[in-house]
């Protein structure tokens, strides 16, 4: 079968030679849908934890169980999820996607309106939104490389990340104070609206996908994940930078479940200042979407990535230094090192990936990399909530943030520190074996794609 992507014409012959890829049309599109996405995702990033907390009086482990929920789809369907998703057109899957999850956060500010919001409708929530996030994120890594091409993939990463990274320093910050001025349920309202603004933007990119060949296979379901599944573990560096995901994720998602909490009942601060402090740090991930290009041109993109994930993660340890006043500058500091660490080693990883890894497979070794990775968030959430409300936050932002200091030594028991650069295919073939595209980890949040 084949199930290749096409436009009509290949994307680096129309791509215009001078003032970068926001010149051409429909990689501006993708970027402002992108954009608005993460902005909103953002917002509900602040949102949907002070909903929980000052509209429904939640504990820290039922905060914490709103990021699992959101994550542990990832769990359940994210192997089928990349097969099938090399099965079905891209642009349709992520349209479906898009209306899914503007529905569903639209129902969290009617129920409140109606006076029947609960917890469990929360985690309804955040579990179909997650479901729904599964297959965009997947089908996303698998469209890019009809929209940018081989070239252009660090500036296009590059540019969706820094999107990205500027959509949450507005959002948090816009999170904290419609919270306090209109009530924390109002900013559900924007995330919503992004799923559509995203949805219109797809609509209006004019390279279409190659209509699907329907033929006879030969291969069952779980032989194509089992194939998905033996390429990363037989490869040296995707097996290693997948273990290396799922274990800082798990410390970093087991931080960043229980920040909210921790800065408003521990360390005292109002809405409004915790909006704005989660928008500083991300000033970070500004600064290393911008950066990632030039580090690993300079360094070479293999050491460029250990620099960025070895060096950055120790800095995560200022971040329980926080205390009223001057204290905060701990959390903004850390976190904003933290993130510029995380966001640049994404560009120069989903650079690496979609330029490393067979086009037919390319689906299916993305979410198979995500089903370890992203696998482990829940865990990391849970894990976080159960030490909060057992010994204290201040002690669970200590022992998460000391094991994300650590999780960088993982990259350096592989092959990336014995070569400057990253590869542009396996060994065992000739040539590069397909195009670029990018992120994940679009990145709504700050993980590990």
């Not at 500027?166 to 959002?171: E, K, L, P, R, Y």
């Not at 997948?242 to 408003?264: D, P």
Request: aromatic share 6%; glycine share 12%.
């Amino acid at each position: 079968m084949s199930d290749t992507m096409t436009s009509q014409a290949p994307p680096d012959a129309t791509r215009p030679r001078r003032g970068g890829l926001l010149r051409d049309r429909d990689f501006r599109l993708l970027w402002i849908g992108e954009t608005a996405s993460s902005f909103g995702s953002t917002l509900t990033a602040v949102a949907l934890p002070l909903v929980a907390i000052t509209t429904l009086r939640a504990g820290t482990f039922v905060v914490a169980l709103l990021t699992a929920a959101a994550w542990v789809p990832w769990m359940l369907i994210g192997l089928p999820a990349g097969a099938w998703v090399d099965r079905l057109p891209r642009r349709p899957v992520m349209l479906i996607c898009d209306a899914v999850s503007l529905l569903a956060f639209l129902s969290v500010p009617v129920a409140a309106w109606w006076g029947v919001l609960t917890i469990g409708h929360l985690l309804a929530v955040a579990l179909l939104a997650g479901t729904a996030k599964v297959f965009f994120q997947t089908a996303y890594q698998v469209y890019m490389p009809a929209i940018v091409g081989t070239g252009d993939l660090r500036e296009g990463n590059a540019k969706l990340q820094g999107g990205e990274s500027a959509a949450q320093v507005a959002g948090p910050g816009a999170g904290g104070v419609m919270a306090q001025v209109f009530g924390a349920v109002s900013g559900l309202l924007i995330d919503a609206a992004s799923f559509l603004v995203s949805a219109f933007c797809l609509l209006a990119i004019r390279i279409r996908e190659a209509p699907v060949v329907r033929t006879r296979r030969s291969t069952t379901l779980r032989q194509e994940i089992g194939e998905g599944l033996r390429f990363v573990s037989r490869d040296p560096y995707l097996r290693v930078l997948t273990v290396f995901g799922a274990t800082s994720n798990l410390a970093l998602v087991g931080y960043q479940a229980i920040l909210v909490v921790f800065l408003v009942r521990e360390v005292g601060v109002s809405p409004g200042t915790v909006g704005g402090l989660i928008a500083a740090t991300s000033l970070g991930g500004v600064a290393g979407a911008a950066g990632a290009t030039w580090i690993a041109r300079r360094l070479g993109s293999a050491h460029a990535l250990l620099a960025c994930e070895v060096l950055a993660a120790p800095f995560g340890l200022l971040i329980p230094l926080a205390s009223p006043g001057a204290g905060l500058a701990f959390v903004v500091v850390g976190g904003l090192i933290v993130v510029a660490g995380v966001v640049a080693g994404n560009v120069i990883k989903s650079s690496f990936r979609q330029t490393y890894c067979p086009r037919h497979l390319m689906g299916r070794v993305s979410v198979s990399m995500q089903f370890v990775n992203y696998g482990t968030i829940p865990l990391g959430a849970l894990l976080g909530g159960a030490l909060g409300d057992s010994i204290g936050t201040r002690p669970s932002m200590w022992i998460m943030t000391g094991g994300l200091a650590l999780t960088g030594l993982v990259l350096l028991t592989g092959p990336l520190r014995r070569h400057r650069d990253l590869p542009t295919a396996p060994e065992a073939l000739e040539a590069p074996c397909s195009e670029p595209s990018t992120s994940g980890a679009t990145l709504r949040d700050v993980r590990r794609p």
